[in-house]
């Protein structure tokens, strides 16, 4: 494969940083997560609202005092530039990554030592079940004033880590974590939606959760497509117990309906018919079915 590495394309393989490197030692840096969709007649690859992850990347480049070195835009040419490198037409992953390329022992930011990776990999379903059985994590979410947790920085996923191998250690699929505070934030790596008396319901960031592509994306698709009602308020743990739908949504997990948390189950334990209609949605939106959002796709082959 073809990697982009500091300031060019080149062979995995020589895309590579010292075992000294404070990106490995401290985690030191942020990264982003995109999705590339093959079209039905296969002719083309769809990126999913490419210059909102690298607007995002940028801010939290810039939190971390790691700047992109790149504009955005460039980054979407590189990304696009990238795929077609490596003769993408299949469903696949894009990472984007900012990382402190140092050698010296402590964990210091510095502006000079950030580095651009970019590099791709196939990717189609990211779990494969119709619903999942969550757990609420007994590992609290980081909160924004400890690593931001708003943002995608490298070292904070230790938290989503521990809470996934804590589900998976009692038999769970993936886990729910609440803020220090108790309130409900995200999964590891997905948002949270709730569908109570016909209404969805979502945490905001400020819960110390990402600033979500996805969930923005749904929540315009919800209320002026689908015609949903939409209120963003923080949720309670046993709010979730006694929810109508509850489902993850992500880059990665794209829509994922719970079928039960905490053994409680959800409704029938099946995907609900509101979950239902914004997944098939979504699947036609990403896939380009849908005129009206066209915009939010980038082209690679066209
Ligand atoms: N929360 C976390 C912690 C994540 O890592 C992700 C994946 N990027 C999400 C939520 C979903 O966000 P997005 O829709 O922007 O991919």
Redesign the pocket.
Known sequence: MITYFRDGFMDDKDASVSVRSRALNYGLGCFG?IRGYASDDGSDLFIFRLSKHAE?LAISAKTLCLPMRVSSARLEDIVCELLRKNDVHADCYVRPMVISDSDELSPVLREEDATLVVYTLPLARYIDKEALDVCVSSWRRTSDNAIP?RL?PTGGYIN?ALARREASDNGYDEAILLTERGQVS??????LFMVQGGELFSPPSTED??D????RSLIELATEDLGLKFRERPIGRTELYTADELFF????AEIMPIASVDRRTIGDGKPGPISSQIKSHFADVVRGRVASRRSWLTPVWA
């Not at 949504?249 to 990665?252: D, L, N």
């Open positions: 997560g995002r947790s995608k989503s995200e999964g590891s790596a997905e948002h959760n990402l979500g592509i996805t969930r949504c992500g880059t990665g």
